[in-house]
């Protein structure tokens, strides 16, 4: 499976960003597609993950109400709405396509990875 992440960039606290996170190729064994994001001098941690039929969703405690995550199955196509963003959310945020078992939330069950996209959220 190929990954591509965009809609990154540089932006105010409290406003608003969407991430898109397009697939492309052997998608018929990608059971969930999640993204997670690696900070300067941080482990890449966990941020939400989406199942592949878009029915089941997951998201760290640091986001959850404030992030959301969503799939358009004709464009599989992942999005991240991410909204009152706060400076700690600054980071390289990947999304990975898992098809294996493993808990959603570490990396290691997500076999393939899209280029990551920079968040910058200025205080």
């Known amino acids: 499976v190929q990954l591509q992440a965009s809609g990154g960039g540089l932006v105010q606290a409290g406003a608003s960003l969407r991430l898109s996170c397009a697939a492309s190729g052997r998608t018929s064994s990608t059971n969930f597609v999640g993204w997670f994001r690696q900070a300067p001098g941080k482990e890449r941690e966990f941020v939400a993950t989406?199942?592949?039929?878009?029915?089941?969703?997951y998201y760290a405690d640091s986001v959850k109400g404030r992030f959301t995550v969503s799939r358009d199955g004709p464009k599989s196509t992942v999005y991240l709405q991410m909204n009152s963003l706060k400076p700690e959310d600054t980071a390289v945020y990947y999304c990975?396509?898992?098809?294996?078992?493993?808990?959603?939330?570490?990396?290691?069950?997500?076999?393939?990875w899209g280029r990551g996209t920079q968040v910058t959220v200025s205080s």
């Open positions: 989406i199942s592949w039929s878009g029915s089941t969703t």
């Open positions: 990975g396509a898992r098809d294996r078992g493993g808990s959603v939330r570490s990396q290691s069950a997500y076999k393939d």
